[in-house]
């Protein structure tokens, strides 16, 4: 709390200089045709409620100047497109970003109806079950500190990991490394810093929200040009850099600060240049701040972030972009001892990760703007040095090491043509995979060393098509993957996943819309299980199948006006072939929401799932001086075990998930918002206590037990309040964010430890005792600043 005084010092000498200047902003952005990439000439751009605005140039290109500083809607429009708007633009003295638009053409002829303006763009392969993010809304996201994974989890159907340092997005009941992330159609394997290797997760998101143009999340209805999804996509649309002049932003926040530079390359004496960048490096204070209040482990972490764009001429780009990390987990040695940061110390791993994404993308339009062709050439690798201890503190007494390196080698090539008003697509991927592994496991008596390669591959096809004005949407999709490494993986007819989705305008008016997808998709297994390998030298894993799950969904959506809207949508995931531990009896759908290395264990594909449920959304685009998402879940998640076909609930059943999350624009770029989550009762698998006694600091799971209890629910409200300030040269946003503003204690499952004297000395004989046994809920305030220049 005490760093609130320097925030309100700046505060009140910010305000001073606002007293006397109040400098203008400008806003830029390009206009194009959505299908066809061309710049439409003429358009106009308009800051709603104002006179302020202007048309676009030969290249398409607005400008509009002296632009008093506070928030706007802007809206584009073009003869014979439709026209969009975008919402909760941010104009600033410094640091406005570009604000791009894609028009699409008005094929309707209904002079005498009223349409209303949709402004939740939809595409016609997926009507349905998708979310856009501005970039602003996840800048300003209440409780989220800047972290995509965390913003995501106010939408119908998503939740996150309860309790622990965790970062996981659940998807529909679905285990969190059923998702896929494409950074600029670039895939990386994860987006969190000391992330579970082969599955997902991690305490803190590494991706740069000052890069984002757009992010979407996709629930269901993938497109098939996606592969290895059952649960969802997040895709991350960078923007491009500053082709005019250098610029960039600080960013200080309560666990690291950020800068991000940007601007023109080759630029000479032109007004733009076709060469841009955009860069970022951020670093973690975070463990300096765990070893200052005492907490038994130090997060250390580094992560960058690169995109290099370069319009060829008006058919032909190209763009290199990149990410990557660097972290470490290690331990503090406490100098006084407590019950329950021992156990942690004890129990938790040393971690030392590198993650490193880098990918270049070409697209070209055809000349007579039939289409287009992309390819993208892309490298991922994760190396993870994971190690437990009896000793952690000394690095002694060594009894888990796994030492491995994960790569993949992408080519990704797809070609688009427009016939009529049909869209077909089609193409192909090929992925290179090398897997190395170096494990010592003594709790389980496992030993071997895997250097693994092999090829995966994939074809797909897409066709989509609008008819009667735009009232009727059909898509239709079919892809195969296949490998060569699994025994079935060369029968890639065992992989066809046809999908197809429909959508419908009830109304003339387009007011009310009904939606529906069905689609078969399918995952191999994580490289962890795959090359897993028994004592003798063998990978037992390789007679594995793909996941596969079986979707179907249906919903309505009602537009209460050209910025509010009300949808429900149903759904029904079956899964079948899912892994099974043999080692444990309980499906991998239950596992991988820990620090742990996911999957490196033997399995069989005999397991069921399914999750179904309901999700009604509110949503309110920014409006005068309010905008906010109300999300209502309740559905049920369900896997079988390795002994029966019974159905038990999944770790991910929370059964009722509701979102609530608001602001409100004040005078003087003062802004208010508050997020409230509340998720239900989790189930979790017991500690089996002898097996732990027995083998401690080893913990092990009762699984059997899995469903016969729960967490207490998780409530919590978070509030923050935002304030901007422009002078001539640059611009500084302050924020003050309080999580759990109502104090609830956040569900936590019971956590073991040896019993000892109020030295920290082990009671002998030893045994087993409860050590999370605070209740007390804790209000956590931050503060953060972005300067912009």
Not at 754 to 764: K, M, P, S, Y
Request: aromatic fraction near 12%; proline fraction near 4%.
């Amino acid at each position: 709390m005490l760093l609130q005084f320097p925030l309100l010092w700046i505060i009140f000498i910010c305000s001073g200089f606002n007293t006397f200047a109040q400098p203008t902003g400008k806003l830029s952005g390009i206009v194009t045709d959505a299908k066809t990439g061309e710049p439409l000439i003429g358009a106009t751009v308009i800051l709603e409620g104002t006179e302020l605005g202007d048309a676009t140039d030969a290249n398409g290109r607005y400008t509009i100047k002296n632009i008093p500083t506070k928030t706007y809607n802007v809206k584009a429009s073009f003869v014979g497109f439709l026209s969009q708007t975008k919402f909760n633009v941010v104009i600033r003295s410094e640091g406005t970003i570009d604000i791009n638009f894609q028009l699409q053409e008005d094929v309707r002829e209904l002079d005498e109806v009223t349409v209303t303006p949709n402004p939740f763009q939809k595409e016609e392969v997926t009507p349905l079950s998708i979310q856009k993010f501005s970039q602003q809304e996840i800048a300003t996201y209440p409780g989220g500190n800047n972290d995509i994974a965390k913003v995501v989890q106010s939408l119908p159907g998503v939740s996150g990991s309860v309790g622990g340092f965790r970062n996981d997005v659940i998807i529909r009941g679905g285990a969190p490394n059923e998702n896929v992330y494409f950074l600029d159609g670039v895939p990386i394997p994860n987006i969190n810093h000391f992330s579970t290797q082969g599955s997902a997760g991690g305490p803190v998101g590494l991706l740069n929200v000052s890069f984002f143009e757009g992010v979407s999340l996709t629930a269901s209805s993938f497109a098939a040009d996606y592969e290895n999804v059952l649960s969802g996509i997040l895709q991350f649309d960078q923007r491009n850099g500053n082709s005019r002049e250098f610029s960039g932003n600080l960013r200080v926040g309560s666990s690291e600060a950020a800068l991000t530079v940007e601007g023109p390359l080759f630029k000479g004496n032109d007004t733009e240049s076709n060469t841009t960048y955009i860069a970022s490096v951020r670093r973690s204070y975070l463990q300096l701040l765990f070893q200052a209040i005492g907490l038994p482990f130090l997060p250390d972490y580094w992560d960058y972030q690169y995109k290099v764009n370069h319009r060829i001429n008006k058919n032909n780009r190209i763009y290199l972009t990149g990410v990557g990390s660097i972290d470490d987990l290690s331990i503090n040695d406490l100098d006084e001892f407590d019950a329950e940061q021992e156990a942690i110390q004890n129990q938790i791993p040393v971690i030392r990760q590198n993650s490193n994404t880098i990918g270049v993308g070409w697209k070209r339009q055809f000349h007579d703007n039939s289409g287009f062709m992309e390819t993208v050439i892309s490298n991922n690798t994760l190396g993870n040095e994971f190690y437990r201890y009896k000793d952690n503190a000394n690095q002694a007494g060594l009894y888990l090491k796994n030492d491995s390196r994960e790569t993949e080698t992408h080519l990704r090539y797809q070609a688009t043509k427009f016939l009529g008003n049909w869209t077909l697509s089609s193409g192909m991927n090929l992925i290179k995979a090398d897997y190395t592994n170096s494990t010592e496991d003594l709790i389980n008596t496992r030993s071997f060393s895997t250097d693994l390669n092999f090829f995966r591959y994939g074809l797909f096809a897409q066709s989509s098509a609008n008819f009667n004005e735009n009232r009727i949407g059909l898509s239709f999709g079919i892809r195969a993957d296949g490998d060569s490494f699994t025994k079935s993986g060369d029968k890639i007819y065992r992989t066809l996943s046809p999908r197809a989705s429909f959508s419908y305008s009830i109304t003339q008016n387009e007011e009310w819309t009904a939606n529906a997808s069905i689609g078969r998709y399918y995952k191999i297994l994580p490289y962890t299980t795959l090359g897993f390998q028994d004592n003798n030298g063998n990978f037992p894993n390789s007679s594995s199948e793909y996941i596969r799950s079986d979707h179907l969904v249906a919903g309505i959506e009602y537009l209460l006006n050209d910025r509010a809207r009300i949808s429900a949508e149903t759904f029904f995931k079956y899964y079948t072939d899912y892994p099974i531990s043999t080692t444990d009896s309980v499906s991998l759908a239950n596992k991988g929401g820990d620090f742990e290395v996911f999957g490196s264990e033997p399995i069989i594909s005999t397991g069921e799932g399914r999750t179904y449920g309901i999700e009604l959304l509110f949503q309110q685009k920014f409006t005068g001086k309010f905008y906010g998402v109300a999300a209502f879940t309740i559905y049920k998640s369900e896997f079988t075990n390795l002994f029966s076909n019974d159905y038990k609930p999944a770790v991910w059943d929370n059964g009722t998930l509701i979102s609530l999350l608001g602001g409100y624009k004040l005078k003087n770029n003062w802004e208010i918002s508050g997020r409230y989550r509340y998720l239900g009762k989790a189930p979790y698998a017991p500690v089996d206590r002898q097996l732990t006694l027995q083998n401690y600091p080893a913990v092990f799971k009762d699984f059997e037990q899995l469903g016969s209890v729960r967490l207490d629910p998780l409530s919590q409200l978070d509030i923050r309040i935002d304030k901007k300030f422009n002078f001539q040269n640059l611009s500084l946003d302050i924020y003050l964010e309080v999580q759990n503003v109502l104090a609830q204690a956040s569900p936590s499952e019971p956590r073991y430890g040896l019993d000892r004297d109020e030295t920290g000395d082990i009671i002998t004989p030893r045994s087993l005792v409860l050590v999370n046994t605070n209740d007390d809920a804790e209000i956590l305030p931050s503060i953060g600043l972005v300067l912009n220049f």
